[in-house]
């Protein structure tokens, strides 16, 4: 079992930058591919963002491709997205995701743990 806890969300202006934080417990996420996914109210949940165990594969959806960044640091057991530019419409609940397999991908039904979620909220 892996508990998942993302932190960092905040209320930030256009054009600001926010790093999200997931903190794994349970069990090393070494071997886990790690995805990001958002919810807007009244919208389905969506996936933003996913890297491999390594680090060295990561997939983005287009609308924060250049201005997110997934990362990982496994000897913390813990994932991070950097959000920069940002913009009204990355208003959302961000949750972390994980899923055994090395393949990279944005089904959310493929990740098994989930985190709670963490609210972020850009002004306009």
């Known amino acids: 079992q892996v508990q998942l806890v993302e932190s960092g969300g905040a209320l930030v202006q256009t054009g600001g930058s926010l790093r999200l934080s997931c903190a794994a417990s349970?069990?090393?996420?070494?071997?886990?591919?790690m995805g990001w996914f958002r919810q807007a109210p009244g919208k389905e949940r969506e996936f933003v963002a996913a890297i491999n165990w390594g680090g060295g594969g990561t997939y983005y959806a287009d609308p924060v491709k250049g201005r997110f960044a997934i990362s990982r640091d496994n000897a913390k057991n813990t994932v991070y997205l950097q959000m920069n530019s940002l913009k009204p419409e990355d208003t959302a609940v961000y949750y972390c995701?994980?899923?055994?397999?090395?393949?990279?991908?944005?089904?959310?039904?493929?990740?098994?743990?989930w985190g709670q979620g963490t609210q972020v909220t850009v002004s306009s």
């Open positions: 349970g069990r090393t996420i070494g071997s886990y591919t």
């Open positions: 995701a994980a899923r055994r397999g090395t393949a990279v991908l944005s089904n959310s039904g493929s990740y098994e743990y």
